[in-house]
Structure formats: C-alpha cells, structure tokens
DNA sequence: ACTGTCATGTAAAACGTTACATGATTCT
DNA sequence: AGAATCATGTAACGTTTTACATGACAGT
C-alpha cells in the first residue's frame, strides 16, 4: 500500500518512464520506503489501472516504445488523503533487537560480530543519508532539481523543508543505533572480563 | 524466519504449551517482534516437524488435551547458528518517513495530526517498554521470573543484562522518535505562521 | 563490434495480516 | 449457571522477496 503512496510522491515532481522512476526511487524516495525494481513496474501498471496514474506510450527508437507516467488529479486526490488518513502505527519487527534480547545464547565473538555488523550497517547508511540531506540543502539534489514547477516559491521551500526534516530523523536514528550498539560491544566486554562462565556456557548442548 | 527464533528464544526460557506462548509473547519477545496468536501455532507446529520443539501431549480437563513444547537440542543448536551468522541489515520501510517528506501536500491540519499520532504513539510504547524494563531489573518479569533454571548465577545476570540493553535501545528510539515529531510540528507552526501560501496550495486540483 | 544503459518484466515462494471459527474447562 | 480463561486453529488475501529473464538502443 505504501509503495503506491512512495511511487505517486515521487511522480508528483515530474512524468517519468517506469525505469526513471525505479532509478530515481533508489536515490530519494528509496531511502525512506526501500522496493525493488520488480515490484516498481508492475505496481504502476496498477496504479494506471486504478487512475491513479496516466501512461503515455511514447516512441523509443525505430521500433521500440517506452511508457511515460504522469500522475492523475485522481492521483494527486489520493495521495491527499492517505495523508489526511490516521495511520495504525506500525509494531515492532526488529531482528537486531530480538538477537541482542538473547545475546546470551551467542558466543561473545557471534556476538561482536552481531554489534559491529550493526554499527558498519548504520555507518554506511548515515553517510548516504548526510550526502543526501546537504544535496536537498544545496539545491543539487537529482531528483528535486528536475521538478520545475516547483523550484521558486513557497511550494520549493515547504517541500525542502519537509524532505530535510525527514532526512534529519532518520539521521539522528542511524545515530542513536550506532550509540546503542557501542555500548553493546561494552557491555559485552564487561561480561567476558570477569570470569569464563560465558564462553563455558555456550559450548554445552 | 525470525519468528521461529523469538519463539525459540522464548521457550528456551521454559516448556510452554501454545497458549502459554501465544500469552507470555505479546509482553516479552512480542516487544521486539510483534505476531498474532494466528501465527504462533502455525508456527510451533512446524517448528516441531523441523526438530526444534518436541511437543509433549497432555491432558487438560476429562476429555481434552494440550500440547507442551519443549526447546530440543536442535533447537538451541539452530538459536546459536542464528545468531552466529551474519544478518544482511533489513532495508528503511517507513510510512512515517515517507509521509513527513511529502507533508507538504497534506493540509497543514493533517500534517499535525499525523505527527501528533506519532508521538501518542510512541508515548504509550515508551510506557509499556520503561514498565517492562522495570521488572527486569526487579526480578518481577513474569516470564524471566519463571525460569528455574537461570534464576541464579552469571546466566541470570547475563540474560537479564541483555535484555535490558534491548529494552534500553527501544526506549532511546521511541525518545528520539518523540522528539523528532516534536520539531516537525514546529515546522509545520513556522511554515504556517507567514503566509496562506501552504493552505491555499492544498485546495488546488 | 562491443559495452553500458535503457527498457521491461514474470514466476514462485515466503511472509504477514485479517477475519473468522469453535469448544472445553475452571472459577465464582 | 454464567463468565473468564484456556486451548487451538483455518481460510483468504495481500505484500515482499528472490531469482530469473530478455532484448533494443546509444556511444566508443
């Protein structure tokens, strides 16, 4: 459902080709709602279906055509109201914290290893994610930067805004994990020092 | 895949009939990964075909019975394989964040009320999750507290220092989420405060 | 001619949600 | 006798993942 929502916020910017759009969704709204290219086609031939969106068949070289979506007032309607809709809140499905509740049950190095991975995973992310942000704040931003309805104006400025204020929690939250892991490694450490009991423990049936 | 290991997880604490589990999961394992009773059979019952749970059949009442699992070897085998292999990290899916970088097409009202709903609910799972943390480290956690076997010793002090580590991460998160909300409705004053431009722009087609 | 980009998916399986469904037992 | 708890699911549907699959076009 919200993949539908992620795909018509994206094509509100400006038509796109199906493969445009998976390009770009990888860069700006995949950051937030991640799909693979093999849900995105087949998705927008739904939402074509649904007059959510209009496809225009366009030529591509001597003998090959691409599609070309545009979104609907139908589609812009849509999207209003999803926004307007009060959301069930999603419940929790962490793997990481399922494995750290029960990190007894690791080998301490499993359980480094665990930490760390979680720690290099977020790293990698909070850097795409700051490299992102500065590209809205600058004005650079690929996807953003070819929307020229909306690039004066009130309109630009609420729309950066939002974008920023979304990148930046999802910044602090890569933050706060990198945090939290630290200090697991700690903890780990401080469980080992002591005494062998641990590693004794992991090595019976 | 990762609800077979919360519910090993949870029945290496005790043997538990279905019930059982289905009841102490929705306040423990429940709260990292979220499952419906409708699952949790299903679940243990091919858990016990794969050899992880033995399933003992007893008598409940004249005529009936129930089934209590038990971990089997093979179980906490699998629990310690899980959690020695490397997890690839589970991609962003957000509809929070998807909708607070698009908020510049909901109505100013719809956009406080989203953000709103974020931080009720984030506010009542901060209680559930400090109450929880709570009996942890009092001894008073009804499915900690039943078992025999790790009540004394480094494996109590060891499962329950993870367990509020988990708890810990969870609480920081639900915080930073509260917070981020919060700035993100002063946004929305300060986008509004100005001029119509915001409001007027929403009554578009 | 070759390489990289553009273009578009399908098929099967796994996972998760929602709604429905039933009956025995124990406690008051 | 009635209420709450214990016990156990199924069926239908929707979503997501994974793996596979193909070919035209544009630039060097």
Redesign the pocket.
Known sequence: ???RYALLSLLTGRPM????V??SFATSVGHVW??????I??E??SMERDGLLHGRVVP????????EYRVTDAGRTALRAWLAAPK?P??T?SPMYLMAAYLEWATPEAARDRLEEHIAFHAEQLAVLRRTRDTLTDGSHPTLAHRPDTLEGPEAVHATAFKVFAYDGMIEAAEQQIAWARRGLALVDSLTADDGSWKARTLLP
């Not at 591509?60 to 599609?67: A, E």
């Open positions: 459902m919200a993949l080709t199906g493969y445009d998976a390009k991640h799909a693979p290219d093999s849900q086609y087949p927008l031939r591509w070289g001597p003998t090959t055509t691409k599609t069930q999603q419940r499905r």
